[in-house]
């Protein structure tokens, strides 16, 4: 059974940091494709970051100079360092796995991140 759990959301001013992170069990982070999407009131669920198998990274242009993605094999677990954030980054963050060859996406519950001016 695969579990995504992410951590690490909470409240930050306008500028601050985070880091979320998303431990994965039943699914290996290293050789799946893991994303973190969010999802802001009222508006639909967007892709900010995805990292591949062999390490290669894509970000939607809002997160680009934002965001970084990062996993470490070893604790099975996915990052997101989020850094200036804007009171426009006030979303929920998912993180999702989609094993290779399927397109099956598993999803965390979330994580709130409240960004305050």
């Known amino acids: 059974q695969v579990q995504l759990v992410e951590s690490g959301g909470g409240l930050v001013q306008d500028g601050g940091s985070l880091r979320l992170s998303c431990a994965a069990s039943g699914i290996i982070v290293g050789i799946n494709v893991m994303d973190w999407f969010r999802q802001a009131p009222g508006k639909q669920r967007e892709l900010v970051a995805t990292i591949s198998p062999i390490g290669n990274t894509n970000y939607a242009d809002s997160a680009k100079a934002q965001f970084t993605i990062s996993r470490d094999n070893f604790e099975n677990t996915v990052y997101l360092q989020m850094n200036s954030l804007k009171l426009e980054d006030t979303a929920v963050y998912y993180c999702?796995?989609?094993?290779?060859?399927?397109?099956?996406?598993?999803w965390g519950q979330g994580t709130q991140v409240t960004v305050s001016s």
């Open positions: 999702a796995a989609t094993p290779l060859g399927t397109y099956t996406k598993y």
